[in-house]
Nanobody, 126 residues
Framework: QVQLVESGGGLVQAGGSLRLSCAAS????????MAWFRQAPGKEREFVAH????????YYADSVKGRFTISRDNAKNTVYLQMNSLKPEDTAVYYC???????????????????WGQGTQVTVSS
């Protein structure tokens, strides 16, 4: 089992930056593809970014491309989401997710990810 804990959320003004962290425990995530999703009130959970387990392949939702960067530090068993130029529409609970071990395919579907954190709130004021 993999346990994921997100941190780094908070309140920020539009145009500001935040860095989210996802610390994994239970198993090394070196061979797990990882992703970030978000969910705003009254909306479905949506894909934000994905990184494969070598860390070379990254994918982004069009709405965050050029502003957000996903990265991983396998030595620290942690995945990050650097968010710049934040907009009010980025306000949501952000979730970290991991595919099953050995799974290494890009997917925007939440059902493709087996492990989830509890989420961290990001609020962007205008």
């Amino acid at each position: 089992q993999v346990q994921l804990v997100e941190s780094g959320g908070g309140l920020v003004q539009a145009g500001g930056s935040l860095r989210l962290s996802c610390a994994a425990s239970g198993r090394t995530i070196s061979y797990y593809a990882m992703a970030w999703f978000r969910q705003a009130p009254g909306k479905e959970r949506e894909f934000v970014a994905h990184v494969d387990w070598p860390g070379a392949g990254t994918y982004y939702a069009d709405s965050v491309k050029g502003r957000f960067t996903i990265s991983r530090d396998n030595a620290k068993n942690t995945v990050y989401l650097q968010m710049n130029s934040l907009k009010p529409e980025d306000t949501a609970v952000y979730y970290c997710a991991a595919q099953n071990s050995g799974g290494n395919y890009f997917s925007t579907r939440p059902s493709s990810y087996a492990y989830w954190g509890q989420g961290t709130q990001v609020t962007v004021s205008s």
